[in-house]
T-cell receptor, first 114, second 112 residues
Framework: GQQLNQSPQSMFIQEGEDVSMNCTSS?????WLWYKQDPGEGPVLLIA?????ELTSNGRLTAQFGITRKDSFLNISASIPSDVGIYFC??????????????FGKGTKLSVKP | ETGVTQTPRHLVMGMTNKKSLKCEQH?????MYWYKQSAKKPLELMFV???????ENNSVPSRFSPECPNSSHLFLHLHTLQPEDSALYLC???????????FGSGTRLTVV
């Protein structure tokens, strides 16, 4: 099946640092989404991107829909302790039927630097 | 209540037990989904319902049986599970099959 390559798999953050993560695919997506999952909870939508080249912000979070429509990145500026968690990218190939199903990356786990 | 609510939050069951997971959404969405989340694996889509009709079944073993009696409720009936079925089971809903998903908090299932 379709796969998304999400990197890095994990990273440690120190408060105040900027964080970047990305997702790539061999397929073209119509929609890119970024979710965050806290321990013991379900994923929560952070940002949705619908157009190639689109750059969207949500507070300290900024995400972009790659021009080729095969990638997306998420940046977190000036990280704070509550940013820890697992971040998932998700892509949607098309609209309707199985094309509308979200395909998820394996996640990027953010932890606080010891 | 708003959003997507899943019950129970935690479930421990023996391999010979029968149990059900429940999902309820108060968002007026028309599509609902079951996902399985295991450690170090991507979220695995199990079932998709649109307007109470199953539209996708991703080769899920028959020991998992979904039920969608109306557009607000989704169940996952479990019987004779295996230890490898232990995982976090997430329910999600979307406005339609094109929309982005709202997830519930999940049911942490442990099969002993």
């Amino acid at each position: 099946g379709q796969q998304l390559n999400q990197s890095p798999q994990s990273m440690f953050i120190q408060e105040g640092e900027d964080v970047s993560m990305n997702c790539t695919s061999s397929s073209i997506f119509n929609t890119w989404l970024w979710y965050k999952q806290d321990p013991g909870e379900g994923p929560v939508l952070l940002i949705a991107l619908y157009k190639a080249g689109e750059l969207t912000s949500n507070g300290r979070l900024t995400a972009q829909f790659g021009i080729t429509r095969k990638d997306s990145f998420l940046n977190i500026s000036a990280s704070i302790p509550s940013d820890v968690g697992i971040y998932f990218c998700a892509g949607q190939l098309g609209y309707g039927g199985s094309q509308g199903n979200l395909i998820f990356g394996k996640g990027t786990k953010l932890s606080v630097k010891p | 209540e708003t959003g997507v609510t899943q019950t129970p939050r935690h479930l421990v069951m023996g391999m010979t037990n029968k149990k059900s997971l429940k999902c309820e959404q108060h968002l007026g969405h028309n599509a609902m989904y079951w996902y399985k989340q295991s450690a170090k694996k991507p979220l695995e889509l199990m079932f998709v319902y649109s307007l109470e009709e199953r539209v996708e079944n991703n080769s899920v073993p028959s020991r998992f049986s979904p039920e969608c009696p109306n557009s607000s409720h989704l169940f996952l009936h479990l019987h004779t599970l295996q230890p490898e079925d232990s995982a976090l089971y997430l329910c999600a809903s979307s406005q339609d099959l094109r929309g982005w998903y709202t997830f519930g908090s999940g049911t942490r299932l442990t099969v002993v």
